[in-house]
């Protein structure tokens, strides 16, 4: 059995995903998803390892939760968080999210040597920024500016805070990692400065295409949703599970087929 576990978690499409993955592989594997407050973190770990073979962990866990690890896998290391942990005999902890974002990414144009802006500080941008940064020009843009600027210090890269992001019309790949979008309406920072020959990324997945995206889209820009990041990393974690998973475009399509009424309105 395994599960997602955050607060709230609602909203997680993680069950979905991995219940058609499993039905690909044909193992009969139950995956669910438990809501668990930050209050009630300590309590649930007591017990996680009799339930669970593994799980995945969301807002707000991906930090704390790495206290309860064993062993913490570089990549995970060097975001500070962890998205997987694997229960045997010790606690295993890794971070599939670096290459749920490189590998969407990869799948529209390769990122070496080009200039990668994300928008944000939290998580998801440290992970977006673990991908990058050995082999492209990363900068972070964020709301407010000292927490970027102490990515920036600990990594080696470019930090700015986010109203400077006119900046953002010279970078080939932009990647928003914040949760602005999901409400439909919003907008991380005005989509005008966006042009054709861009690649657009959006870590948010409900809506599917968020207003960013739209305009990007308007723009002539690539374009890359979220649920294609949520595929990659979950199978990333399977991998780590079970030591196998089938390939993210089977699951993305099968997902998409299931979803597009719920994720596109
Ligand atoms: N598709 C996937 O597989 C996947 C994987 C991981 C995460 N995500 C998504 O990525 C998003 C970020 O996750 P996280 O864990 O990094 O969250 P987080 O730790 O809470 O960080 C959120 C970041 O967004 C910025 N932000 C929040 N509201 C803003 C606003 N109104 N305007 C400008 N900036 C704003 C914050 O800026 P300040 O520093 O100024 O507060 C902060 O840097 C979430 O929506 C999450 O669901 C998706």
Redesign the pocket.
């Known amino acids: 059995m395994f599960a997602v576990i955050g607060h709230p978690i609602k909203h997680s499409l993680s069950p979905e995903l991995h219940k058609i993955a499993f039905k690909m592989m044909n193992l009969d594997y139950c995956y669910t998803k438990v809501d668990v407050p930050p209050e009630k973190l300590d309590t649930f770990m007591k017990s996680a390892n009799i339930i669970f073979k593994g799980l995945n962990v969301?807002?707000?866990h991906?930090e704390k939760i790495l206290r309860y690890c064993n062993r913490v896998d570089p990549l995970a290391e060097e975001v500070k968080?962890t998205?997987t942990l694997k229960f045997g005999d010790i606690v295993e902890c890794y971070n599939t999210?670096v290459k749920?974002?490189r590998l969407s990414i990869e799948d529209v144009t390769d990122p070496k040597g080009k200039r990668v802006a994300i928008?944000?500080?939290?998580?998801?941008?440290?992970?977006a920024v673990v991908a990058f940064y050995r082999d492209a020009e990363v900068a972070i843009f964020?709301?407010?500016y000292e927490?970027?600027k102490r990515i920036g210090e600990e990594f080696g890269i470019k930090a700015y805070p986010?109203s400077e992001y006119e900046k953002l019309k010279d970078y080939d790949i932009i990647i928003n990692?914040?949760?602005?979008g999901?409400d439909g309406k919003?907008v991380?920072f005005p989509p005008e400065v966006l042009r054709k020959g861009q690649v657009v990324m959006d870590?948010?997945?409900r809506p599917l295409y968020t207003p960013l995206l739209l305009t990007a889209m308007r723009k002539g820009a690539t374009v890359v949703n979220?649920?294609k990041?949520?595929v990659i990393?979950g199978l990333e974690s399977e991998k780590i599970w079970i030591g196998k998973a089938p390939t993210w475009r089977h699951v993305y399509s099968k997902l998409l087929a299931s979803l597009s009424p719920i994720i596109t309105s």
């Open positions: 969301t807002i707000p991906k968080a998205n999210d749920g974002v928008i944000g500080a939290g998580g998801a941008a440290r992970a964020n709301r407010t927490k970027g986010l990692a914040t949760p602005v999901m919003s991380p870590m948010v997945y979220g649920l990041m949520l990393q």
